[in-house]
């Protein structure tokens, strides 16, 4: 979501740059690819407006895309580029991932045992054999 200061309201274009030199232009006339949705221009305050681009399944690929916002004002004397950049949570190390898996197998392993030993006591097994 990006915040635009301006009056008149301002006209407000997303442009995602693609491999290949593809660009995709989202305006209020042209909402939706496959992959993005463009709400419309929001009027939050007195001259302040919200402009929302949501990407839907983002793959690691995308962050490689470049993300251009171009407010222009109607009479066309004041435009503004600003380029947009994604913010990602790195991914988990396999050693997080490992130590995780690990404890889950332990866990199991220790409810196992004590399923055991509680089964052999109840049914006077092993150990726990009560001589006649």
Known sequence: TAQIYGSP???VTWQISRGNNRKVNLTEE??????????QLITSDHDVYLSTLIINRLPVKDEDRKYKLFVESPNKALSVVEEVKLVTPEAVSSSVTISVISVICILILIIAIVLTLLYAKKNHKWCFHVPN
Request: net charge positive.
């Open 9 to 11: 309201r301002p006209k």
């Open 30 to 39: 042209n909402l939706k690819d496959e992959q993005h949705d463009l709400k």
